[in-house]
């Protein structure tokens, strides 16, 4: 850019230049250690868990510490249960409500509910866990029978955790379709149902999916909530009802942690789950990033 | 504008990092005790500058693991606090196994354990781990207080339920499946219930796992159908200790024996003890220590040397 | 068309009933909360340490030890994160290493926390020997919104149009100056959610404080980075799950409450700020 400037106070521009590298170095230097620590943590995650990375660990079909067992893969199928289980109630629940607000809702009702919902992203998880502790619990129980802890106690909290995520994103998908298309279908004779269902989901359908996948994300990753609503047996299994209980992968880190020896294979397993939970994760995040972007270049 | 708005964000920021460290300062300052040790420290430190160091005690202990022994320890914490003010004491749970692995790695000052160093759970214990012992302690087995069929088992029925055997209550005359619940494999009181009522077999697999006493008891008294087991200590009118083989699991029957389950409770340190953590140790061991593992329900030491 | 017209209506209804039941499901947590947790708060609940013995007393060390907590971590996550972005968006050469590094980032951002917590307790409380403390919960928070803001900034200074750049380049200003007086300037709203958010964020983390913070029912104030730190979030989890008298569960709703409106504190004055700047950039 320098060069651009012409010859004119060469002394001015040397210091200025310098400046300029020295700004530059700052934030290179800067960059670089966040991504040293970002690299950090999966580099230390996968030493500590490497000796108990193997076949029997992934696929191994029992997990109980004081046998030396250390198998997930029954806690892998019972995370995937209760993170897509969630994920399905919020999504039957969060895009006709994200409808509701983009199309049917009155424009003053609307400009009070939007906000409200933006507000509850994220709100603190331990809170929704105590209503879950104190409500949903003993609600279970006496109306459905059965220990309390469970599935569906697992997929009510995480569902109302992640239903403002999924309105307030797929809101915006909907809102984010040009009104000439819409303007176009209504004056066709369509209804607002069916300009809806024939333009308005359609053109927003990534970005609803992709709000979709990245809070079943959040959702697999949740820990203190979930731990305690699910009911954590002894020895994890798949659960066959959604009354029975459960143990996942986020509960099983917590639940251990504690009373682990150091260094031992139980603590190189604990780190193991560790990086499962965080490939998924990863996984299910990268897809979504990759679909929002595909769905911007269209 | 908006740059603007960003300054004043950080304005704002810096006000309210200056209103929090005020209001710290006012908080602590509130304190007498803490002026006296603002006061004292700055003596202190001048004593110590003039090489003519005085024997207060100052700094911080972390402790942390067993639950069965974290009532008595953060009684005792509290008291130790006001009696020195220049000491402050982080009292947290974790389990037994946490307690021994955590001061064994050096990272607490004291661990806290409900089982002993030389038991066979423990594989390669740390040489250099240094126990002491502070109180003694009983597990008794508790149901729901509604819980009217089940009163007195023996320790065969004790091992049938949590092995799976016996799953449901109309085994007693009573209705429903049994909830068993357990607690994490570290634990102390685990230890204790499985050497005492677990001798053929293994817990369920199916059992629910807890990771405190606390969370144990709170659990039991919210699930009419549920049994677990608790240190005697966190016993209160919540839960429903049952007989065993006819004997209440209370203090004055574990005193003479005739509530066979009984152990020692322990505080480690790793090497021989820093001058703090033998003073807290000492502290535990004094009457006025002792009278709190009374008080918290627990069983005193004079009572079995 | 009647048949549409039927349709049309049935869908209305339908959609009508689902979203009172999703806004309804807040407003119950909410309402179940704040009935419960305003007949506990008083001065003296907000002034006093708790009394973990007997399940009473208040929460003053853990509103201070959160704030600190989250002061700590914004200190480092802020300045770290937007200096990332800046180089990521202005200065670095789009190559394979920038965009694997980018990569990362995204993905990190959706890192589970209990991933954190460990890597945490393992490595900065135990293998660096920090201890359970302020510094390492602190620390470890931080990891949690760096890649957070780093995505965040980079979005907004992204946004920025590029003729703004190009018209301050062709003006003569220095690469450093069209940044910080044209990009800086016109993205610092969205910047300042962002990190608002984190902070948010951090605010309600419940795992992290817990594996490397402390106990939660701390009675102190931490006097150094390296004393243990108890946090509301922490706090509420062992008088919610741990005593199960009357008075730990109202502490517990208390905490609940207090800690909510912290959050809502927080995020309604990000979105006041970005709504502000959307109306700006509107007019």
């Not at chain 2, 639950?67 to 009684?75: A, E, F, G, R």
């Not at chain 3, 741990?242 to 502490?251: E, F, K, L, P």
């Amino acid at each position: 850019m320098v060069n651009l400037e012409g010859k004119g106070g060469m002394k001015r521009e040397g210091q200025r230049s310098l400046l300029e590298k020295a700004i530059e170095i700052i934030l290179f230097v800067g960059a670089l250690s966040s991504i040293i620590i970002v690299f950090l943590i999966i580099a230390y995650m996968s030493l500590e868990a490497y000796p108990a990375l193997n076949l029997d660990f992934l696929l191994g079909w029992f997990w109980d510490p004081k046998k030396e067992m250390f198998g997930i893969f029954q806690i892998i199928v019972s995370t995937l249960y209760v993170g897509v289980g969630a994920i399905l109630i919020t999504t039957a629940i969060g895009v006709p409500t994200a409808i509701f607000l983009a199309e049917f809702c009155p424009r003053n009702v609307r400009n009070v509910i939007k906000p409200s919902i933006e507000l509850l992203v994220g709100i603190p998880t331990i809170v929704l866990g105590f209503f879950g502790l104190m409500v949903v619990i003993p609600f279970i129980r006496d109306n459905f029978g059965g220990w309390g802890t469970s599935v569906l106690a697992g997929w009510m909290i995480l569902a109302i955790m992640s239903l403002p995520h999924v309105i307030s994103i797929s809101e915006d998908a909907l809102r984010a379709v040009p009104n000439s298309y819409k303007e176009a279908a209504l004056a066709l004779g369509a209804t607002r149902w069916q300009t809806v269902k024939k333009v308005l989901l359609p053109y927003a359908k990534t970005g609803i999916l992709a709000s979709v996948l990245l809070a079943l994300g959040r959702v697999m990753g949740e820990t203190m909530a979930v731990t305690m609503v699910i009911g954590n047996p002894r020895v994890a299994w798949i659960p066959t009802s959604i009354l029975d209980r459960a143990k996942v992968l986020t509960s099983t880190i917590l639940l251990d942690w504690s009373y682990v020896e150091i260094p031992s294979m139980h603590y190189h397993s604990l780190f193991g789950i560790g990086l499962v939970l965080f490939f998924i994760v990863a996984l299910i995040d990268v897809t979504a990033t990759y679909m929002v972007k595909r769905g911007v270049i269209k | 504008m908006s740059w603007s708005s960003l300054q004043k964000t950080f304005f704002a920021l810096i006000l309210l990092a200056i209103l929090v460290l005020g209001v710290h300062n006012t908080w602590t300052m509130s304190n007498l005790t803490s002026t006296v040790y603002t006061m004292q420290s700055t003596i202190d430190n001048l004593n110590s500058m003039l090489g003519n160091y005085t024997q207060r005690l100052e700094g911080y202990l972390t402790i942390a693991g067993s639950t069965t022994v974290l009532p008595i320890i953060q009684t005792c914490a509290n008291l130790f606090m006001q009696e020195n003010p220049g000491v402050v004491i982080s009292v947290s749970g974790g389990g037994s196994g946490h307690g021994i692995s955590a001061v064994s790695a050096g990272y607490i000052n004291i661990g806290m354990s409900s089982k002993n160093l030389t038991t066979e759970q423990i594989t390669d214990p740390d040489p250099d781990l240094q126990p002491v012992a502070i109180a003694l302690d009983s597990v008794a087995i508790i149901v729901h207080p509604t819980n009217g069929f089940v009163d007195d088992l023996t320790l065969e029925e004790v091992e049938m339920i949590f092995n799976g055997t016996i799953t449901d209550w109309s085994h007693f005359g009573g209705s429903g499946e049994i909830h068993v619940y357990t607690r994490e494999a570290g634990s102390g009181t685990l230890e204790c219930f499985e050497k005492f009522f677990m001798k053929h077999s293994d817990i369920t697999g199916a059992a629910s796992e807890k990771t405190s006493n606390g969370e144990m008891k709170a659990t039991i008294a919210s699930d009419p159908a549920g049994i677990g087991f608790l240190s005697v200590g966190y016993i209160d009118e919540t839960v429903n200790p049952l007989k065993i083989d006819g004997v209440e699991p209370t203090v004055a029957n574990i005193k003479t024996g005739a509530y066979k389950i009984k152990r020692w409770l322990f505080l480690i340190t790793k090497g021989p003890p820093t001058k703090i953590e033998q003073a807290f140790i000492d502290f535990v061991l004094s009457s006025q220590g002792q009278e709190i593992v009374e008080q918290q329900g627990y069983l005193p030491l004079e009572w079995f040397q | 068309m009647i048949g549409a017209q039927k349709e049309e209506l049935i869908i209305k209804i339908i959609l009508w009933i689902v979203s009172l039941i999703s806004v309804s499901s807040f407003f119950v947590i909410f309402l179940y909360m704040f009935i419960n947790g305003s007949r506990v708060i008083s001065l003296e609940f907000l002034t006093t340490a708790p009394n973990p013995i007997f399940w009473t007393g208040g929460i003053f060390p853990q509103i201070i030890g959160s704030l600190y907590l989250v002061a700590l971590c914004t200190v480092i996550a802020a300045p770290l994160g937007i200096l990332t972005a800046i180089y990521l968006s202005e200065y670095a050469v789009d190559n394979l290493i920038t965009k694997i590094a980018r990569f990362f980032i995204v993905t990190l951002a959706g890192i589970p926390t209990i991933v954190i917590g460990l890597f945490g307790l393992a490595f900065l409380a135990y293998r660096l020997n920090l201890g359970i403390s302020l510094f390492s919960a602190g620390v470890a928070l931080s990891f949690l919104t760096i890649p957070w803001t780093i995505t965040v900034s980079e979005e907004a200074m992204r946004a920025v149009p590029k003729e703004y750049r190009e018209a301050a380049l062709a003006l003569g200003a220095t690469r450093w100056q069209t940044t910080w007086h044209i990009v800086l300037k016109t993205a610092a709203p969205w910047i300042m959610t962002g990190i608002l958010l984190g902070i948010g964020k951090a605010l309600g983390e419940t795992t992290i404080p817990l594996m490397c913070g402390g106990s939660g029912l701390e009675t102190f104030i931490p006097r150094s980075l390296f004393e243990p730190v108890g946090s509301l979030p922490v706090y509420t989890f062992i008088f919610a799950t741990q005593g199960n008298v009357s008075s730990a569960y109202d502490r517990a709703f208390g905490g609940s409450l207090v800690l909510i409106l912290m959050f809502l504190l927080i995020s309604v004055s990000s979105l006041i700020i970005r709504n502000r700047y959307q109306k700006k950039m509107r007019t």
